[in-house]
């Protein structure tokens, strides 16, 4: 996929975080969540401004989406907007899952996946889409920014319950 079917991937992956964290009175760390979401979903990418290194390679596998995770699960502790143990569960999960959300979106195309490298090569692809087909990336965003409306509004409604 492109950039804009990547951010709505990471938007569509962290708005159930982002509503459950509203609804818990965290809507600071739910607003930070969404950020880092959108600010890692291309990350994988960098793979091909960096030598020597295969696109989906190494970039593209469950050991860098936990890398990531641990990243930023440090990253939130000493922020702490929360808490060290809500802010560290956050970071974690928010950190891998973008790179897996990432991960998985690539997988809908011809080129596809191999995620659990070098452990197993089995290449995964649903070969949906094509990576560069604008609608199918626009309508990712589509669906991502739909998905983070519907989840602040539910966030909003179950905090004033």
Do not use: C
Not at 33 to 59: E, K, S
């Amino acid at each position: 996929m492109y950039q804009n079917g990547h951010y709505g991937v990471a938007l569509l992956f962290v708005a159930p975080i982002g509503t459950l964290l509203i609804a818990a009175g965290f809507v600071e760390l739910a607003l930070m969540a969404g950020a880092t979401a959108v600010a890692l979903a291309m990350v994988p990418d960098l793979d091909q401004r960096v030598p020597g290194v295969t696109h989906r390679g190494p970039t593209h596998t469950v050991w860098f989406a936990l890398l990531v995770g641990v990243i930023t699960t440090a990253i939130a502790v000493a922020v702490a907007i929360a808490g060290p143990v809500v802010s560290a569960v956050t970071g974690f999960v928010v950190g891998t899952g973008t790179i897996a959300s990432h991960i998985a979106a690539d997988a809908l195309t011809p080129a596809g996946v191999r995620p659990w490298s070098p452990i197993n090569d089995t290449h995964y692809s649903l070969d949906v889409v094509r990576a560069k087909n604008p609608l199918a990336n626009y309508a990712l965003l589509g669906l991502g920014i739909a998905g983070v409306v519907l989840g602040i509004w539910a966030g909003t409604t179950a905090a004033n319950f």
